[in-house]
């Protein structure tokens, strides 16, 4: 069965109408040593979630840039921003974007 929506019902969820909040119990054990003997005793903490429901109205997305030619790309240009140069046998170098262009 597909549904576009659900609702948790439960006493730790209440909803608002541009959001939800849930409190959750985070329970776990403490172990230590004492006098040779291994203790244990239970340790609760609590969390506040708070999730906005609305969807916003404007997103970006940026398409490639994570790829080999937008890390090209974005690479050259902190290069020429900062103007780093380094040293070959055949002279000093200075970034350009050649590479993005025949790659």
Same mark, same amino acid.
Request: hydrophobic share 30%.
């Given at each position: 069965?597909?549904?576009?929506?659900?609702?948790?019902?439960?006493?730790?969820?209440? @909803?608002?109408?541009?959001?939800?909040?849930?409190?959750?119990? @985070?329970?776990?054990?403490?172990?230590?040593?004492?006098?040779?003997?291994?203790?244990?005793?239970?340790?609760?903490?609590? @969390?506040?979630?708070?999730?906005?429901?609305?969807?916003?109205?404007?997103?970006?997305?940026?398409?490639?840039?994570?790829?080999?030619?937008?890390?090209?790309?974005?690479?050259?240009?902190?290069?020429?921003?900062?103007?780093?140069?380094?040293?070959?046998?055949?002279?000093?170098?200075?970034?350009? @974007?050649?590479?993005?262009?025949?790659?």
């Amino acid at each position: 069965m597909l549904t576009r929506q659900f609702k948790i019902k439960s006493p730790n969820v209440v @909803y608002h109408s541009d959001s939800i909040v849930s409190d959750y119990t @985070y329970q776990t054990t403490k172990t230590w040593v004492e006098d040779n003997t291994i203790c244990a005793a239970p340790v609760s903490q609590r @969390y506040k979630f708070k999730t906005c429901s609305t969807v916003p109205k404007l997103g970006c997305m940026i398409v490639g840039l994570g790829g080999n030619n937008g890390s090209t790309v974005v690479a050259g240009t902190i290069a020429n921003r900062e103007g780093i140069t380094w040293r070959t046998k055949d002279g000093i170098q200075t970034p350009n @974007y050649w590479g993005s262009v025949t790659q």
